[in-house]
C-alpha cells in the first residue's frame, strides 16, 4: 500500500521537475533563439505599428499591407503584439510565448493521460522529452502551439462527452477556434482524435449489446454536438481553401529518408549530432512500450473503445509516409510531422496496462534523457545568446524609417572564438530580424510577406525576395547573393538603406556571390559599425 501511495507522489514531483527543466533554457538568457523567431516577432511590432497608427504606419505601408484573411497564423503573432502593446519589452513577449508553449505542451498532454487513463500519469513525463523538438526550435511557435492546443481540446472534449451542456460546447468551440489560428496540423489532428475516439466508443457499446437504438441516439447526439462547436472552424477552413486551393504538390523526400528520419527520431535532434544517440533511445524506447502493449492486448484480448487511438497512430504512420510536398499554399515537411506517429502512439499507451515496474523505469529513463538532452543543449543556447547579443548590437546605429537588409554568411551562427554555435540547424537564418524588433524600419529579409501566409505581405512591386534575387539565387542561401544596387531601378526610386551583415569576413570570403556582394558595398556603402567580435557590421548608403 505504501508504494502504491508513494508511487503517484515521486511521479508527479518528477512531472513537474521536468516540466521546469524544460523552461530554463527559455530563462537562463537574454535571447533563446530560433530560426524564424525573430522574424515573428519583428512582425508582431509592425503589426502593433499598424495598430497604433500615425508617422510609422505611413511608412510601413509604402511597403507592406495587412492581410485581412482569416490566416490559421495569427495565434503567435497576436499574442506577442498584444504583449507588447503593454509596455512589455520585445524579447520578453517572444519569451513569454516560448514559455507559454512549453507549459501547454507538457501540462496538456497530462491532462489529456489524465482523461484517457489516469493510471499512467507517469506517460507524461516521458511525453515531456518532445517539449523541445526541430520544430519549435525552427520557430515555428503557431504549429508547436496547436499540438498543445490539441492536447488541451481533446481532453477537454473526453471530459465533457458524457454532457454537451450549452456552456461545455461555448468552450470546446474556442478551444478548436484557438487551434485554427494557430495551425490547420493541430486542428485536424484534434478533430481526428475526437472522431476516432467517438467511434471507438460507438463500437464499444455496440459490442457491449447495448439498445441499438438508444447506441444510436447517444451517437447522433454527440456527431451533433461536435458539429455545433466545430461549425466556426469549418466555415473558417472552408474559407481558407477556397481562396488558398488544395494544390497539392508531391513530396521531394524518397521513402528511404522518411524512414530514416521516423526512425531515428530526427524531430529530437535539436542543436548537434551528439543528441542522436539519445533521440534513437527514446524511438527504442516507444517501441519497446508499443510491443509490450500489444503483446498484453493481445494476451488478454481485453479491447475497448480507446483502441481507437491505435488506429489514430496507424493512420498517423501512413500520413507520415503519404504527405505531400505543400497543400494550400503551405509547406508540409517530413522534420514538421515526423512528431506526430510518436506522440499518438504515446496516447494509446496510455490507454493500456503498465506494470509499477515498467513505470519506475519508464520515469528513470523520462530523467535521465532529459538530463542529457538538457547537458548537450546547453552550451548551444548560451553560444547563441552570445552571438545574437552581438548581432543585435547593430540596431544601434540604424535610425527608424529606413530599409534595412540583413545577410548573413553562417546559418549556423558563430561565437568571436570562431566555434560554431548549431550545426543540426541554420539557427540564425533570420536572427538579424532583432534588430528591427523595437525599431521603425523595414527589414528586407522579412520572409513572412512573400509567403502570403502570415498577418502582413509585400506590396506589389515591393518584394525583395523578387527584386533583390539575381539569377534565380537569393540573399537567404548560402552563400547569399542579392542585386543591392539594382533595387532603384526595379522600384522606382527605392533604396536599401542600411546592409547588416554577420560573418562576412568569416565564411565564403573566396566565394564569387560573396565578392560580388563586397564590391557592390564598396561602391554604394560606407561601413559605420563593427560588432564587438568583428562578426557583425553595418553598411550606410552613401548620401544619407
Known amino acids: 500500500m505504501k508504494s502504491a501511495i508513494a508511487f503517484p507522489t515521486a511521479e508527479r514531483f518528477i512531472f513537474h521537475l521536468l516540466l521546469a527543466a524544460n523552461l530554463v533554457p527559455l530563462w537562463s538568457f537574454q535571447y533563446f533563439l530560433t530560426c524564424d523567431g525573430p522574424c515573428h516577432l519583428y512582425n508582431a ?32 503573432h497576436a499574442f506577442m503584439t498584444l504583449l507588447m502593446g503593454l509596455q512589455i519589452p520585445a524579447f520578453l ?44 526550435q525552427m520557430g515555428f511557435y503557431n504549429y508547436s502551439c496547436s499540438l498543445a492546443a490539441m492536447f488541451w481540446a481533446t481532453g477537454y472534449w473526453l471530459h465533457i462527452r458524457r454532457g454537451y451542456a450549452p456552456g461545455q460546447l461555448l468552450v470546446l468551440a474556442i478551444g478548436l477556434l484557438v487551434l485554427y489560428f494557430c495551425h490547420p496540423v493541430g486542428l485536424l489532428f484534434t478533430l481526428l482524435l475526437i472522431g476516432s475516439v467517438l467511434v471507438g466508443d460507438f463500437w464499444h457499446d455496440t459490442r457491449a449489446h447495448k439498445s441499438d437504438k438508444i447506441n444510436w441516439q447517444k451517437f447522433g447526439r454527440a456527431v451533433a454536438s461536435i458539429a455545433v462547436a466545430a461549425l466556426p472552424v469549418v466555415v473558417l477552413f472552408a474559407e481558407y481553401l477556397f481562396f488558398k486551393g488544395i ?5 521531394g523526400e524518397p521513402t528511404s529518408t522518411l524512414w530514416h528520419l521516423l526512425r531515428e527520431n530526427r524531430g529530437l535532434l535539436i542543436m548537434d549530432i551528439s543528441e542522436r544517440r539519445w533521440a534513437v533511445a527514446v524511438a527504442l524506447a516507444c517501441g519497446l512500450m508499443a510491443l509490450y502493449a500489444a503483446y498484453n492486448k493481445l494476451k488478454n484480448k481485453d479491447w475497448c473503445w480507446t483502441d481507437a487511438l491505435l488506429g489514430v497512430f496507424l493512420f498517423t504512420v501512413w500520413l507520415y509516409f503519404n504527405q505531400p510536398g505543400s497543400v494550400a499554399g503551405g509547406g508540409v ?31 528513470v529513463f523520462s530523467v535521465v534523457v532529459s538530463a542529457a538532452f538538457l547537458t548537450l543543449r546547453f552550451p548551444h543556447y548560451k553560444m547563441a545568446n552570445e552571438a545574437v547579443q552581438e548581432y543585435a548590437s547593430c540596431a544601434a546605429v540604424i535610425p527608424n524609417y529606413a530599409t ?14 570562431g566555434r560554431y554555435v548549431a550545426e543540426a540547424i541554420w539557427l540564425f537564418v533570420h536572427a538579424g530580424d532583432y534588430v528591427g524588433v523595437d525599431k521603425h524600419i523595414v527589414l528586407l529579409g522579412n520572409y513572412e510577406a512573400h509567403t502570403r501566409n502570415f498577418p502582413l505581405v509585400w506590396r506589389e512591386g515591393r518584394n525583395p525576395f ?13 552563400p547569399p547573393r542579392a542585386d543591392i544596387l539594382g533595387l532603384p531601378d526595379k522600384t522606382g526610386g527605392a533604396h536599401v538603406d542600411y546592409v547588416v551583415t554577420w560573418c562576412k569576413d568569416q565564411r565564403f570570403q573566396d566565394h564569387p556571390y560573396a565578392q560580388e556582394i563586397n564590391q557592390q558595398l564598396e561602391q554604394g556603402y560606407d561601413l559605420i559599425f563593427t560588432s564587438e567580435h568583428g562578426l557583425a557590421k553595418v553598411f550606410k548608403r552613401k548620401g544619407i
Open 93 to 136: 513577449a517572444e519569451k513569454l510565448l516560448q514559455t507559454v508553449y512549453v507549459l501547454a505542451f507538457g501540462l496538456g498532454l497530462r491532462y489529456l493521460i489524465q482523461q484517457i487513463n489516469p493510471d499512467n500519469l507517469f506517460l507524461s513525463s516521458f511525453g515531456l522529452l518532445f517539449a523541445h523538438h526541430y520544430v519549435f
Open 333 to 363: 515537411t517530413p522534420l514538421r510531422l515526423v512528431l506526430l506517429p510518436y506522440l499518438t502512439l504515446i496516447l494509446w499507451l496510455a490507454s493500456t496496462y503498465f506494470s509499477i515496474k515498467l513505470k519506475r523505469v519508464v520515469l
Open 45 to 76: 511590432k509592425v503589426l502593433l505599428d499598424f495598430w497604433q497608427g500615425g508617422e510609422p504606419k505611413a511608412f510601413y505601408e509604402t511597403w507592406l499591407y495587412l492581410n485581412t484573411r482569416f490566416e490559421p497564423n495569427w495565434f503567435g
Open 466 to 478: 523578387v527584386l533583390l534575387s539575381k539569377d534565380g539565387d537569393y540573399f537567404e542561401e548560402q
Open 404 to 417: 534595412v537588409l540583413p545577410i548573413s554568411f553562417n546559418h549556423h551562427g558563430q561565437i568571436g572564438s
Open 247 to 251: 494544390n497539392a504538390t508531391p513530396r
